[in-house]
């Protein structure tokens, strides 16, 4: 460990605090304030009336609860999709060892390597073709399966660690592959999947393309698309609502990062790695 | 149990996560390729028509395709003059031993757990004439620097960029931290005796001790640049007049504002085939760099 002078070390930390959070700061403020008052009053003014109307217009007219709601309808059933879908391919490609396992691994992790814009194309052509538009279903299949890649990754790298000697007792007790995996080799797998989790838990819930050329109808909107079309209807006629909607959709990463904050930051490295 | 058996499990376990797959990745990503020939104008019951290169030549020609490649450089090269030295920075003081890191490390992290289109959104409020920055700059005396950040083609990716890294340095940070945590305290304590200072230590302790995660970050930083679009679209949607564009806002505006699907596919199928080189290029290069031994880092 380096031993960083005090001082300047503490200027430098505030400083760069300052410039991460100030501007979240004032978009909070700018939340209960009205357009005289944000164009008007110096940035440091406090709101002269919190005006949480505002946020009242965010949830009703730009409909910011029911997205939030998608959001989460799409992001807890496409993770879960993920994880049980991952977790049996990984469980293969760890526990057995067949020749096919080599070019499966490598056929999970072209999925890494290809950027998910360039099946934008495709992709809404079969979904148009087969008139499956503003479908949930649909929808958590696919953020299920874009997650798949890089939850396989992590999983299989976790449970290649787990000792061999289990499954031979389990085997000798009776036990089948299937009870195995989620009986017995599940369970240990767990700081693996959870990182995995909260990984395709968050890419879901702030995803934007996919619900863009997938999705029409207005009801079916996640945050990215309501916000989106909530600040094209009113610009910056009324920035305090815009505001409040911003904020609003960034609460609930904020509770799961607070909540899981170990696991969060475990997650976004290893997701970073995922290459 | 018997094999026949356990085949039989192997193959209910492992079908329909490969099925699934399949069908809405690997088949979409050759359909890219297969449909970049041909000509289609996003009509669903309307055939494609084949059109040999056409579409690559009418790529090519596209004076906005190069330029989005230069956009995608800026962002690369934002990565390293940027990005790596603040997001280093920072990692050494959230794993220093002062007080407060903990409430630092969340400080310079929740960014870039936020939802990109909430955040893109916010900036682009904050970077208009009259928002916050050029506030700030008047009330610092520095109205002369007051611009209209994401108006001007020639500023406008550069402020994007800029953005981007005030997104991203704090998980850049915690996977620099998580190098610097994994170098074992007592070298710098030999270290110490041996009469080193602080400066000395991060040269030839730090430094040298983290390649493996500065390789990590550089392949990071080219196959992430490749991948931008939440970030443009929502702050410029590639504008003004195409300065900010990158490949996927192109692929985009191609197919789903222009009917350009042909082409559209055809710049896709250029990012399918970029990313693969790429990925196995940086590898390749990152792995035989560690088999020469270097001293000091390249990254």
Partial sequence: ?275 | MNKQKTYGAIAILLLPGLLLYTIAFIYPAIQTVYQSFFDWNGIFNVPLTFDGMNNYKEMLDNPNFYRSLKNVGLFIVASFVLILPIALSLALIVTSRMRGKRFFKVAFFIPSILPLTSVGLMWQFLLKSDGLVNKLLEMFGLGGLTHDWLGEPALAIYTVVIVNAWIYCGQNMIIFASGLVAIPDDIYEAASLDGANGYHKLMHITLPLMKEIFKVFAVLAVTQSIRVFGQIYVITGGGPNGATDVPTTLLYNEAFKFNNFGVGNSIGTFMIVAALVVTVVMNFLTSSRSRTKKKGVQA
């Fill in chain 1, 1 to 275: 460990m380096i031993k960083l002078k005090r001082t300047p070390l503490y200027v430098f930390s505030i400083l760069a605090a300052v410039i991460f959070l100030y501007p979240l700061l004032y978009s909070f403020f700018a939340s209960l304030k009205d357009n005289v008052e944000i164009y008007n009053n110096s940035v440091f003014s406090l709101p002269d009336i919190w005006r949480w109307n505002n946020y009242k217009m965010a949830l009703v007219d730009a409909n910011i609860s029911r997205a939030i709601l998608n959001s989460f309808i799409y992001a807890i059933p496409g993770t879960f999709l993920c994880l049980v879908l991952s977790l049996m391919v990984a469980f293969v490609l760890s526990r057995y060892k067949l020749r096919m396992n080599g070019f499966l691994y490598n056929y999970f992790a072209i999925g890494l390597m290809i950027p998910v814009f360039s099946l934008m194309i495709p992709i809404s052509k079969v979904v148009g073709a087969l008139h499956l538009f503003n479908s949930y279903p649909l929808m958590i299949v696919l953020y299920g399966v874009f997650e798949m890649p890089l939850a396989i990754f992590l999983i299989t790298g976790y449970m290649k660690g787990i000792s061999k000697e289990l499954d031979e007792s389990a085997i000798i007790d009776g036990c089948g592959p299937i009870r195995m995996l989620f009986r017995i080799i599940a369970p240990l797998t767990m700081p693996a999947v959870s990182t995995a989790g909260i990984l395709s838990f968050f890419d879901i819930y702030n995803d934007l393309v996919w619900n863009v050329i997938l999705v029409s109808d207005q009801n079916m909107n996640n945050i990215s698309m309501a916000l989106m079309s909530f600040v094209g209807q009113q610009g910056s006629s009324q920035l305090g609502p815009t505001f409040a909607g911003i904020m609003l959709t960034i609460v609930p990463t904020i509770v799961v990062y607070l909540l899981f904050q170990e696991r969060v930051e475990k997650g976004l490295s290893a997701g970073a790695v995922k290459e």
